[in-house]
Antibody
Framework: QVQLVQSGAEVKKPGASVKVSCKAS????????MHWVRQAPGQGLEWMGI????????SYAQKFQGRVTMTRDTSTSTVYMELSSLRSEDTAVYYC???????WGRGTLVTVSS | DIQMTQSPSSLSASVGDRVTITCRAS??????LGWYQQKPGKAPKRLIY???SLQSGVPSRFSGSGSGTEFTLTISSLQPEDFATYYC?????????FGQGTKVEIK
């Protein structure tokens, strides 16, 4: 069926990097842009950026410029979000979402703690 | 960047009440707006797209209206399963921006 399956929870130390994956199935992977959104505990939704799975072009929120990299692998219909120089404030659930957010992954909890 | 101001931040209502949530954009965004419902521990779910189009499978008690800078989500008769947090999202220009959210609680 049509779904986005995200990788499992991660625990990282401050200063480290994390790479979260989102595997699409049930539709044509290259036909829909993919977004990453995060939600800190008890907080609202924050748009991080977007990737075009077809050509690989990206656009990132200014807040994450220089720390975030979004990539894709068309052979496995998977997009990736890597966030570097992690700090405690990056503790959050990270979601991938398709197109105009009609389809979401279940989220990946990233915990940053020493 | 476009700013989205969502109000109220929370509200208490009873089953059967009519509920209205508003999002205001800092500049015109045509009808490039969606509404999303999120329940605790779950991913958000799209309710409305293009400001006023009902997502397939979403009950007709949900409706959206507006264009330009003022948008409204209305729940005509609140049901027990509607207690959740609601967000608007503008997708007119990058960066896409969510409203701050409205938590709908039981009175």
């Amino acid at each position: 069926q049509v779904q986005l399956v995200q990788s499992g929870a991660e625990v990282k130390k401050p200063g480290a990097s994390v790479k979260v994956s989102c595997k699409a199935s049930g539709y044509t992977f290259t036909s829909y842009y993919m977004h990453w959104v995060r939600q800190a505990p008890g907080q609202g939704l924050e748009w991080m950026g977007i990737i075009n799975p077809s050509g690989g072009s990206t656009s990132y929120a200014q807040k994450f410029q220089g720390r975030v990299t979004m990539t894709r692998d068309t052979s496995t219909s998977t997009v990736y979000m890597e966030l570097s120089s992690l700090r405690s404030e990056d503790t959050a659930v990270y979601y991938c979402a398709r197109g105009y957010f009609d389809l979401w992954g279940r989220g990946t909890l990233v915990t940053v703690s020493s | 960047d476009i700013q989205m101001t969502q109000s109220p931040s929370s509200l208490s209502a009873s089953v059967g009440d009519r509920v209205t949530i508003t999002c205001r954009a800092s500049q015109g965004i045509r009808n490039d707006l969606g509404w999303y419902q999120q329940k605790p521990g779950k991913a958000p779910k799209r309710l409305i797209y293009a400001a006023s189009s009902l997502q397939s499978g979403v009950p007709s008690r949900f409706s959206g209206s507006g264009s330009g800078t003022e948008f409204t989500l209305t729940i005509s008769s609140l049901q027990p399963e509607d207690f959740a947090t609601y967000y608007c999202l503008q997708h007119n220009s990058y960066p896409w921006v969510f409203g701050q959210g409205t938590k709908v609680e039981i009175k």
